[in-house]
């Protein structure tokens, strides 16, 4: 339903899934495999597949906590966007890419569901596009220290607004990894 004009087409969002973002966060692995599980199922049915890499001081260029999770494998084929900032579409590349491929849908996977799976979904609805979130194939760090609920908490919580949420002639909405149509 999104309302970009000629974009019929589906893409799947990996965010940010790297050594430094993920480490100690919980269901690590089962989330790694649900987007190994999206990413297979992807391909098999051609649709994009974006990759997104966050950098900052936190997450040096090159460094091992920058870099992807050994589990999941992209392929040369498959683009890889770099950012420096919560949203996926601020200052990057990822806009043209969708257009590219004619993409007014997009599936969303990865981490911290707190901040950049936030930012980048409702970027994605502000700017046109219908953005699926796949219920369990995101998650994030543990912030409590901080003030912030427990991790858990925050994926319930994004999960349960991200339902039902909606804009003019566009559609949030969340999905099982077991039930993603593209």
């Known amino acids: 339903m999104t309302t970009l004009l000629g974009r019929p087409n589906t893409a ?8 430094g ?5 919980p269901r690590r692995d089962a989330v790694i495999a649900n987007i190994n599980t999206l990413v297979d199922k992807a391909r098999a049915e051609d649709v994009p597949v974006i990759w997104v890499q966050h950098s ?3 997450l040096e260029r090159g ?10 494998t992209r392929r040369d084929s498959e683009p890889l966007v770099h950012k420096s900032w919560a949203d996926s579409f601020e200052d990057t590349e990822l806009e043209a890419l969708l257009a590219e491929r004619k993409v007014g849908r997009l599936v969303v996977t990865g981490a911290q569901t707190d901040v950049c799976i936030r930012s980048t979904l409702h970027g994605a609805l502000v700017r046109g596009y219908d953005a699926t979130l796949v219920a369990d194939a995101h998650t ?3 912030n409590t220290e901080y003030g ?3 991790p858990e908490q925050v994926i319930a919580h994004t999960n349960l607004y991200w ?10 909405g969340i999905v099982e990894t077991a039930e993603v149509a593209f």
């Open 12 to 19: 799947l969002l990996v965010i940010d899934v790297q050594n």
């Open 163 to 172: 339902k039902w949420h909606s804009a003019p002639g566009r559609e949030g």
């Open 63 to 72: 460094s091992d906590s920058w870099e992807y999770v050994a589990e999941l």
């Open 148 to 150: 912030a609920p427990a």
């Open 140 to 142: 994030t760090e543990d």
């Open 21 to 25: 973002v993920l480490a100690g966060a």
């Open 56 to 58: 900052d001081e936190h």
